[in-house]
């Protein structure tokens, strides 16, 4: 089933270019005399006028040690999701949005530093000029630590367990591991012929306790056949185009065997509580063997499929 569709809710340069001034002065004193520390005047020979100190020179300098400044950002102090002291999951991008309209993409995604431990190289990827993303090449390790500083905006925050799901429509399961083990199976029901569940890597996204599915909110009236108003529970959304993982207990005679939902993974109320529980924003659910084409990657929870 469908819910409504929604919107995903150079000082480092300066300190380099000065140690390679400094590296070479260092290396040709070095060659005329052996200095007696690394900050020493010392008389080039005896009586002699005295070598300045490495730091003597660099001072010396057209703006002294600070010669090469600071670029400011092309753009004022920006949002990151996730935010500070959040904990998310190994699919989670970062998502950077601006104020402005950023015209210089690449100098701005020179003023972002995305830094973390274990390190973990990754690509920028602009889904509009007021919002950039940020995601590694392969799923975040489990428990990785991951700084953000954009524009004066920073965000520190934690990766979780590797809850990965993978729901594959040829055997009609769900099945769970957390950190490379089997945690949990449940039998499922994709979306029957004419709305079949899109293949691809979702991103686990905001969690409902109940709420109504509504045809209409993607074009389908209400009281058309194909129409719907339904109550559901324990509705974890998975793609800002309307899927879901929640609990469908009137399709339990289906689930693991017969395609019917209108492409949400139905599941029993057991296995939809479950799955509320234990899955967390930035979890990954990995759709495969349906015959619905692959989800959009800029869907905003598609990231995976760009």
Same mark, same amino acid.
């Given at each position: 089933m469908f819910e409504k569709k929604g919107r995903p809710s150079s000082r480092g340069r300066a300190g380099r270019w000065s140690g390679r001034v400094a590296t070479a002065l260092v290396g040709a004193g070095a060659a005329m005399l052996t200095m007696t520390g690394p900050a020493a005047a010392v008389p080039l020979w005896p009586g002699g006028p005295e070598l300045p100190s490495v730091q003597e020179l660099v001072e010396r300098l057209p703006g002294g040690s600070n010669s090469v400044a600071p670029t400011p950002p092309p753009f004022s102090a920006p949002s990151i999701n996730p935010s500070n002291g959040e904990t998310v999951g190994v699919a989670q991008p970062i998502i950077i949005r601006f104020d402005e309209n950023v015209t210089d993409r690449a100098a701005a995604e020179r003023a972002i530093t995305v830094t973390s431990n274990p390190p973990v190289s990754g690509h920028f990827y602009w889904a509009s000029d007021r919002q950039v993303r940020w995601r590694p090449f392969e799923f975040w390790p489990a428990h990785t630590q991951v700084t953000v500083n954009a %524009? !004066? #905006?920073?965000?520190?925050?934690?990766?979780?367990?590797?809850?990965?799901?993978v729901a594959d429509d040829n055997t009609k399961t769900i099945t769970v591991t957390r950190n490379g083990e089997v945690v949990k199976t449940m039998p499922t029901s994709f979306g029957k012929p004419g709305y079949e569940t899109p293949n691809g890597t979702y991103i686990v996204g905001e969690k409902f306790r109940d709420m109504y599915m509504d045809s209409s909110t993607y074009g389908v009236p209400v009281d058309s056949p194909e129409g719907y108003r339904t109550y559901v529970e324990y509705a974890t959304r998975i793609s800002n185009s309307g899927i879901f993982v929640h609990a469908a207990p009137w399709s339990e005679w289906a689930q693991g065997n017969t395609n019917v939902s209108h492409g949400c993974l139905n599941v029993s109320t057991e296995d939809g509580r479950w799955f509320?529980?234990?899955?967390?924003?930035?979890?990954p659910v990995i759709v495969q063997n349906?015959? %619905? !084409? #692959?989800?959009?990657?800029?869907?905003g929870l598609g990231d995976w499929n760009l």
């Open positions: %524009g !004066g #905006t920073q965000s520190s925050y934690t990766v979780g367990d590797a809850l990965i799901t509320f529980e234990n899955a967390q924003k930035g979890d349906t015959g %619905g !084409g #692959t989800l959009n990657g800029w869907d």
